[in-house]
């Protein structure tokens, strides 16, 4: 080691010596609590573009898909599909993208780092998951329920020009209307947990898609005794059965169909807190 | 000692943040029956046990403490007259140890971050500082041992933002959101108003881009965003990691200037740095580590006396009589050159003596010492786990300071 020169400086300001000024008291009301959280988490929802983005797509494809799908049945024999469906044709897409701003808002968080930011103002880590899935089921519902209907409204007025439309007053109409705002809702969880869960946005995107459109085909591959026996049970078609109107074959009455959906996200949301209070950040 | 005299005794206050608001709020003096029972757990006996299922559905169970939460702090005896009246809140990590797969990160840590002065974390990368500070703040789980704020764990403080303001390593901003809605996103979870969010912006200098997106800051713009932060809710311990990470020179003089401005109100500034030099100019004690290991915990001034070798180097055509003539048992003496003598043992001025008894011709006597970023390199080499094979470059830093010497 050749010597050289130079002792960095050692600060010339002393601080010891000299009582520390005394601070402004500290204001009580200053603390966490729950309805804060909520308040964080809105505040971190609607400032991103994406969320704005995505929510719109959903809009337009719950509304656009229905009334291009009603327009479409002009040359269609009546009786391949029901009106109804026609009109929520939309939302078998919808239910794409809602899962993927569910798994955005959660692993946006992890890829940017902002997670440390938010476990640190609220270290014990749980209330934020469950903002998250409050204030996201809220917004979801909100924007929803006046699309289904909006979509059921559009196509019904595009079919009724052929004589195809369904009232809205027929027997288990509204609870197909409002069944879809239920569903895509309950998927748009579905995907947030799956997020939470995987922490990146490839991986938790890739799941939900194989989780609600490549697995329930692929089960069409088995022989139809298995398929049949586990098909109504899957996520996508038990949530799914709550917009029938007419009984189908293998599938569940409507409203046991939303509570297996239900179930699925309850399961999945169980896992990631779990997971979030055991591991690291 | 009655409960009125607690009331300005830092140690109680420290160990019992829980009924601060009561013991500096001067409206009525704590019981001793009230100073026992945290506030929390008053509002948790009140409650249904509905209330309280709901309760710890929402927050989860409690975290059990892994170590006593009593209070160890004492306060030093030089340290009593600074904080009478005082606030104060100090970070203890005991036996900390995390180990990633088979990396062991930080092991077995033991240190405590005092009031008062700038605490300086320094080591070489993957010395374990930021793991230890993420331990800190309740983001990663120890495998073993603890880390306390005032003698609690970090997830049980009601306000946490009031208790640590961080800033971690890289960024830990959402890049979409705008400084202003990042900050105020953080300041909502604990009623933090608006008002001290358009405040910090102006401490860092942000108000011009608060609304932008974060994601097109530069690099320093995003450390003082992150400075922001950390300073939002006006907290007792502040806890920097590489502050002056991509800082222009203006700003890593503002916060210096900033930090030991804190510290001298008395709260606990703790800040990492694999620069020696950078720690030299802000901290006043250091806790150096490598490998997961604290190496040394003592102030900057003891380590300057520990590793400062006086060492005078003289530069002579008569070299070796002067040699001769200063030898003794305990000065030692290397030749570098013919010419050049490096002399441990004693001053310039009884070399430059020594020289004028023999008639010595000295064409230059320039006292050296060891520079504390050599010290630092020396003490961490071992430990450094990074370490590049040793490469003889040459000094220009010491090449200046002999022209301007």
Redesign the interface.
Same mark, same amino acid.
């Given at each position: 080691m050749s010597a050289t020169e130079i002792t960095a400086g050692v600060p010339t300001e002393i601080t010891a010596g000299v009582p520390a000024a005394p601070r402004a008291s500290r204001d009580p009301a200053v603390r966490l609590t729950f309805p804060r959280i909520m308040r964080s988490e809105w505040i971190k929802l609607y400032s991103l573009r994406s969320t704005r983005w995505s929510l719109l797509v959903t809009l337009v494809l719950t509304i656009g898909l229905g009334g291009l799908a009603a327009l479409a049945r002009e040359s269609h024999p009546r009786g391949v599909l029901d009106p109804l469906s026609t009109s929520l044709t939309g939302v078998q897409f919808a239910i794409l993208s809602v899962g993927v701003l569910g798994v955005l808002l959660i692993s946006g968080e992890y890829s940017t780092g902002m997670i440390r930011s938010t476990m640190s103002a609220v270290p014990k880590r749980l209330p934020v998951l469950w903002s998250k899935l409050g204030v996201y089921a809220a917004v979801e519902l909100v924007i929803l329920l006046p699309a289904v209907f909006a979509a059921f409204f559009v196509g019904q007025a595009i079919l009724s020009g052929k004589h195809l439309n369904i009232a809205l007053s027929t027997p288990g109409v509204p609870r197909a209307v409002v069944g879809a705002a239920l569903f895509l809702t309950l998927g748009g969880l579905f995907a947030m947990a799956l997020g939470a869960i995987l922490r990146n946005a490839a991986g938790a995107i890739s799941a939900y898609v194989a989780i609600m459109f490549v697995i329930p085909s692929l089960l069409g591959l088995l022989p139809s005794s298995i398929s049949n026996a586990i098909a109504p049970y899957l996520p996508a078609k038990a949530g799914g059965a709550i917009m029938d109107i007419t009984h189908k074959a293998n599938t569940l009455s409507p409203w046991a169909g939303l509570a297996v959906l239900s179930a699925w996200t309850a399961a999945l949301i169980a896992i990631a807190a779990v997971q979030l209070r055991r591991r690291d950040v | 000692m009655h409960a009125g005299g607690r009331r300005f005794d830092p140690v109680w206050l420290h160990c019992n943040r829980h009924v601060?608001?009561a013991a500096? !709020?001067g409206a009525r003096t704590p019981s001793l029956t009230a100073s026992r029972v945290p506030r929390a757990r008053v509002s948790s006996e009140r409650m249904s046990s509905v209330g309280r299922f709901i309760r710890s559905l929402?927050? !989860?169970p409690a975290d059990r403490p892994r170590i006593n939460p009593r209070c160890s702090f004492s306060l030093l005896s030089?340290e009593k %007259? =600074?904080?009478?009246?005082?606030?104060i809140s100090v970070i203890e990590v005991s036996h900390l140890t995390k180990r990633y797969g088979e990396k062991l990160a930080v092991n077995d840590m033991t240190f405590t971050v005092r009031?008062?002065?700038v605490t300086g974390f320094l080591g070489p990368n993957g010395a374990g500082k930021s793991t230890t500070m $993420?331990l800190i703040?309740?983001?990663? &789980?120890p495998t073993s041992g603890a880390a306390t704020i005032s003698g609690r764990p970090?997830?049980e403080?009601? %306000?946490?933002?009031?208790e +640590?303001g961080?800033l971690?390593e890289? $960024?830990?901003?959402?890049?979409? &959101?705008?400084a202003y809605?990042?900050l105020?996103? /953080?300041a909502?979870?604990?009623?933090?108003p608006r008002a001290r969010v358009r405040e910090v912006i102006s401490m860092v200098g942000l108000d011009a881009v608060a609304q932008q997106r974060a994601g097109g800051f530069s690099l320093g713009m995003g450390q003082r965003l992150g400075i922001a932060?950390a300073l939002l809710?006006?907290p007792e311990v502040i806890m920097l990691d590489e502050p002056t990470n991509g800082l222009d020179p203006e700003g890593i003089h503002w916060i210096r200037d900033l930090l $030991?401005r804190m510290?001298?109100? !008395?709260r606990t500034v703790f800040l990492s740095s694999h620069l /020696?030099?950078e720690m030299?100019?802000?901290a006043?004690h250091l806790v150096i580590v490598g490998r997961g290991r604290v190496l040394r915990d003592m102030p =900057?001034?003891d380590f +300057?006396a520990e590793w400062? $070798?006086n060492?005078v &180097?003289v530069i002579s055509p008569q070299a070796s009589e002067l040699r001769s003539a200063i030898l003794a048992p305990d000065v030692r003496v290397t030749a570098?050159s013919p010419s050049v003598l490096?002399v441990e043992g004693l001053s310039s001025q009884q070399v430059g003596e020594a020289a004028a008894r023999i008639g010595a011709v000295l064409h230059e006597l320039?006292p050296?010492?060891?520079? =504390?970023?050599?010290a630092f390199m020396?003490l961490t080499q071992e430990e450094s786990e990074y370490r590049a094979d040793r490469v003889e470059t040459p000094?220009a830093?010491?090449e200046l300071? &002999?022209v301007a010497?």
């Open positions: - | 601060e608001s500096l !709020g929402i927050w !989860g030089s %007259a =600074l904080f009478s009246n005082q606030r009031p008062g002065v $993420r703040l309740g983001l990663d &789980r970090y997830q403080f009601s %306000a946490p933002l009031q +640590v961080a971690l890289a $960024r830990s901003v959402h890049t979409g &959101r705008s809605n990042h105020l996103a /953080m909502q979870t604990h009623g933090i932060a809710g006006d $030991r510290a001298a109100e !008395g /020696m030099s030299s100019l802000t006043e =900057l001034e +300057v400062s $070798r060492v &180097r570098s490096d320039i050296q010492k060891t520079s =504390l970023e050599e020396q000094d830093e010491f300071e &002999r010497a």
